[in-house]
């Protein structure tokens, strides 16, 4: 099992290289992996130091995906304990962030990468001081809070 998880890549992903070229394409400039927080042990994979907004981009499985998380038959407790401990630091990490006056944006990795690109932008305009247009969220989609 040790081989398989390490096998798994932690950043430059298909979905991230896919969401990271749809901001970039929009005109934003990011930094990639990064620490928001220096003393935390949690990067973000796109980060807007300036603006204090944190980009991750979860995987479905990894983070329990409320659409696409499957359980595998297989050690079914240890991942389903695996998953619930990913989503218990995903929440910790976010009211870390907030506390510090970060704005945390989570993206599920099956989600449009042009239409993540454009609330990203939207709340990028908004920590910016530019136009808000009514009925954008800062969440990509809406987090099931129910552990998977």
Avoid: Q
Avoid at 47 to 60: E, S
Avoid at 99 to 124: F, N, P, Q, T, Y
Wanted: proline share 4%.
């Amino acid at each position: 099992m040790r081989a398989s998880m390490r096998s798994n890549r932690s950043r430059d992903t298909k979905p991230e290289l896919a969401l990271r070229r749809a901001v970039h394409a929009k005109g934003m400039r990011y930094r990639v992996a990064v620490r928001p927080l220096p003393g935390v042990r949690r990067t973000a994979d796109l980060v807007f130091t300036r603006l204090k907004i944190a980009v991750f981009l979860d995987g479905c499985f990894w983070h329990g995906c409320p659409v696409h998380h499957t359980k595998p038959a297989a050690n079914a407790s240890y991942w389903s304990e695996k998953v619930r401990r990913n989503r218990e630091r995903d929440a910790e990490i976010d009211r870390l962030l907030e506390k510090e006056g970060w704005l945390s944006i989570r993206v599920w990795e099956h989600e449009d990468a042009k239409a993540a690109a454009e609330l990203i932008g939207a709340a990028v305009e908004t920590r910016r001081g530019g136009p808000h247009r009514a009925g954008d969220g800062m969440h990509a989609s809406s987090r099931d809070d129910a552990t998977a």
